[in-house]
């Protein structure tokens, strides 16, 4: 099907939103009034623009408070269509958004609307265009698909049909089954957005909550199937009014966009992607680092040995049980220090997982490899973080391992001289920071992309503002990754991302980090006299989490143990004991953690 | 009456909150028992640092989930308690929220509420402790304020009370009349919250909407006055959940907390303040800047003279009509280039004004003058923008003109060579942009604090992110403040503030700036094309507008024209011609003005 997108959806000037949505792969755009307004570019140039660009202008909108007007307002109604066709046969777009009116005046009379809607309809025949009609949740007297679609067929007019919109029809709570009764040839638009469900008023939850289809709460493609069911065969669209989106850039929202279409349209049918490949673990997280002492201080103490080095490149594998963690002294991307660049998956079909990445716009990393190297599928997540569709000693399938080489141990490596039965036994979770205009696209996308599962969003209180957790994983657990976002936008860089390792026995890889040298997070005494009040524990327990600074988690199905290492330029690391099928990440002690990282400056 | 306020309030760590608590005035605190967990401190030494700093310890809070409950869980919850009651003996509070339950084993059982919370009033007794039962509005079965009152008064234990809350009450449109029916000394608390009018689901809007009393939508003085005609003396005590606040600095944000209980306080009686004293025009507005050639040829193709300079300092007066411009060319506090640093606000009484200021916490500027400069009263506003309460030719009042000494006209200054026929009448209204988080703080200060109108706030699209925007007027007008504020906090910067500037002949001012050799902000022709389909014209006007790039709006008062010059530094002249009463200040035209600045860069 069609793609197209509404000028409103995304930030900039015109011509920013054009090809933003060009080079995103949409096929066409709905213009909106103030863009066009706002832009130097006159409408022939606009058409001329689009026309370069490989876009259609598909829509132009919105005519508001048109019908069901006393006829002296409706005749000055018709004066003002009469310029707007006037510029719409300049900009060379055939179809016009009319709004249910929200006008006081607006009298509660179908067949009055039906009327001059009709008439409004003869005049735009003389240009060419059509009219689609659309019920706006809020309107007036009309505020249903249905009772837009009675007045269109009412009137029975061939330039009028209807427009329907996904978040006036789901807002409300309408069935949408009853579209499929309309026949598909008066059905003149499809406008589409999704929306979190929040309990609030319709027009505000409207203009500032809208999002892509798959990030929020609406069955969107319920709706798109009872559509394309009563025959509509025109474009799908997105018209996406959304805080964050107007701040975010153009570009990285318009493929955020697109990517939202197509997985709309791989689940009502239409279109075939290559399909998901789920990871199923997590083969090694890289850090890179300008000054590689302080992690492998942190990775020694924490039980880890540096057991091979890549043939080519800076890049030491450091590993203890099943958790590898690469440290990259090379000229990494990312100048800001110590930080989590990348992370390998675990991949049954590391080609077929890139193939669907990059079908779904996933930004395909060049392979920066000697010649002899083994093959690595990369792409890039939203928040810059490269992911690798990797097998780790899986017949079959080539090793990524193969292009280090073993060094040998020497009791000099730090750690060494620390007992070596190892306390970790692989990646629990990767936490990672989103950038703030990214949060809803980064969960749509490790959902989509990769095919794990999203959990609920979490808020989560630090000292100096809100954050947002919401964690992706696949069904096993065995991937597990927490996105969390600031509170604002300047918060972007205030928080750590972090690596959480997995461990039998919290308390015995706490005392082997300590014993080490390492220094774990302190934590509040008053934390654990609540802990008390909360809890029965068996004797000392307490006093042993208390002595280490373990915190401690219960919910239905288990119970979480965890502890954090200091923080190492953007990164830290946790040790976490999970038992009897807890789900969580400990939200619940995440603001004590973070007044604790905040008072030791990380 | 004693101020208090929850440290949930106030952003950072719970010293940084009580010091900022202490600083601005407060009495006492409400701990917020997260805030306890997260703190290094122990009880005892909370309760020692709040002494130092002249704070009680108001309430402990909150107790959540206790009573109704089945008997098992209630033994667990009065272990809890007991937890809980000893923390508290630690700290010296001698008072607990409990709030009503939300446990989904809650049972609808007022008897069984009464027995246990009388139980728990038992337990409290045993430690000095009173219990205030509020019903939070989201309670499961206890909601509204009266029904907690009647659960508390079946209990009839002296250590069990009530806890009133703003918020709870009045989000729920409870009537709060039949508070006068509850004996004062068995309101144990109170705590005050006032919210915009968001129709939306109440635990959303009270987690993260709340502002203080004043700044929102309640009537808090009216449920104030109830309170204490039923006898009330404790604390009025402020609990302020909010999204913005969590991220502002404590320190500006407790001061804004103190004074809109001073504000409170004055509307309910029990507070006697120096009475507003209401500018009555705009006596100048000061420039500061370290290139003053820019500025000056602006306002010299404006037509402006330099007429003054003052005498100690450089500062040159500048004035066409009623308007004066300074401009300050001396070591201003601001570094960041040409900006509005100063509003004279023309005052019936300055001493009065600036003792009001002064009782209602605006910072008293310090005053930077020669011996024998002209006395002036100044605070600083929350923006930072200094505030001059003085007279301009009034007789009984020191003329601030009389640091100035007049300078010669000569033919070499700017625009001098144009016709001296003043165009401009004065100045119609000052726009500042305010940090991002202090717009309500803004409202709400020079509603206070000078006596102001606040009008209704109004979104602004911005290509880049949606803007809000508030005016504060005296009543007839003669001043006029347009607060905005950008999209998040990292956009403080990218607004510049203005000077509008009334004229009774935009077209003759515009003119004569261009024949000047000014600049004016070109507008799109697209937006002539809308202003010709949404309104006629008489001939050629709509022609001349478009030459010029005037904008023009009207409402149901009378018509709105203006235009604009280029950015210099943080700042632009606006042109404004305002006839037959229009009251907005062109929002409307808003978008458009904004996405052209964007275009040419400001």
Redesign the interface.
């Known amino acids: 099907m069609r793609t197209s997108i509404a000028t409103v959806s995304l930030?900039?000037?015109l011509t920013e939103k054009l090809t933003a949505a060009s080079r995103a792969g949409f096929d066409g755009v709905e213009i909106f009034?103030?863009d066009?307004?706002?832009?130097?570019?006159?409408?022939e140039e606009v058409r001329e623009r689009c026309a370069d660009l490989g876009l259609s202008i598909d829509l132009y909108q919105p005519m508001r408070d048109m019908e069901a007007v006393p006829e002296e307002e409706f005749g000055r109604n018709l004066?003002?269509a009469r310029?707007?066709f006037e510029?719409m046969r300049r900009l060379g777009a055939d179809t016009v958004l009319v709004c249910s009116s929200v006008h006081p005046a607006a009298v509660d009379d179908d067949a009055l609307a039906a009327r001059q809607l009709s008439q409004l309809a003869d005049l735009a025949s003389e240009f060419g265009i059509r009219i689609a009609y659309e019920a706006l949740a809020w309107g007036r007297h009309v505020s249903t698909y249905d009772h837009a679609w009675h007045i269109v067929e009412t009137a029975d007019h061939p330039a009028l049909g209807t427009c329907l919109d996904s978040f006036h029809i789901l807002s409300r709570g309408s069935d949408p089954k009853a579209i499929e009764d309309i026949p598909g040839e008066k059905i003149f638009f499809l406008q589409l957005a999704d929306a979190p469900l929040?309990?609030?008023?319709v027009l505000?939850w409207s203009?500032?909550y809208r999002c892509f289809p798959g990030q929020g709460g609406f069955d969107v493609a319920g709706l798109v199937r009872h559509v394309l069911r009563a025959g509509y065969d025109g474009p799908l669209s997105l018209e996406v009014f959304n805080?964050v989106f107007?701040?975010a850039e153009a570009g990285p929202a318009a493929v955020d966009a697109h990517r939202s279409l197509l997985v709309l349209q791989e689940s009502v049918g239409p279109v075939e992607l290559p399909g998901p490949v789920v990871p199923t673990g997590v083969a090694f997280a890289e850090l890179v680092t300008p000054d590689a002492e302080p992690v492998c201080e942190v990775l020694g103490g924490l039980g880890f040995a540096r057991i091979a080095r890549h043939r080519s490149k800076p890049v030491d594998l450091w590993q203890q049980g099943e958790a590898r963690i690469l440290v990259n002294t090379g000229p990494a991307v990312r100048r800001e220090g110590t930080g989590l660049a990348a992370i390998g998956l675990e991949s049954p079909d590391p080609a077929g997982a890139a193939r669907r990445a990059e079908a779904l716009l996933a930004p395909v990393l060049p392979r920066r490899r000697a010649a002899d190297d083994a093959p690595l599928d990369a792409v890039a997540a939203p928040d810059g973080t490269e992911l690798f569709f990797c097998a780790t000693g899986r017949p079959g399938l080539p090793d990524w391992r193969a292009d280090f080489e073993d060094v040998a141990h020497n009791a000099t490596e730090p750690g060494a001289h620390i007992s070596t039965k190892p306390c970790v036994r692989g990646i629990d979770h990767l936490a990672l920071v989103q950038p703030?205009h990214q949060f809803d696209e980064a969960a749509l996308f490790h959902r989509s992309v990769l095919g794990l599962l999203a959990q609920e969003s979490v808020?989560v209180?630090d000292?100096?503002?809100?954050l947002r957790s919401r964690a992706v994983t696949n069904a096993d657990g065995s991937v597990r990754i927490a996105l969390s976002v600031g509170?604002?936008?300047?918060?972007d860089t205030v928080h750590a991302q972090h690596i959480a390792l997995a461990t039998d026995d919290v308390v015995a890889a706490a005392r082997r980090f300590l014993a080490a040298g390492g220094r774990l997070l302190?934590i509040?005494?008053?934390?654990y006299?609540?802990l008390?009040?909360?809890f029965e524990f068996a004797d000392g327990e307490l006093e042993t989490y208390r002595e280490l600074g373990i915190l401690y988690d219960r919910d239905a199905h288990g119970e979480f143990r965890h502890c954090y290492t200091r923080t190492v330029g953007r990164v830290f690391f946790e040790l976490v004991q999970r038992d009897g099928g807890y789900r969580g990440y400990g939200a619940q002690n995440a603001?004590?953690r973070l007044?604790?990282q905040?008072?030791t400056g990380g």
């Open positions: 930030s900039g000037s009034e103030n066009l307004l706002a832009s130097r570019l006159a409408p004066r003002r310029h707007k510029v929040l309990a609030m008023d505000q203009r500032h805080d107007r701040q703030w808020d209180a000292p100096y503002g809100l509170a604002a936008p300047s918060d302190q509040p005494m008053n934390y006299d609540d008390a009040a909360r603001p004590v007044a604790a905040h008072l």
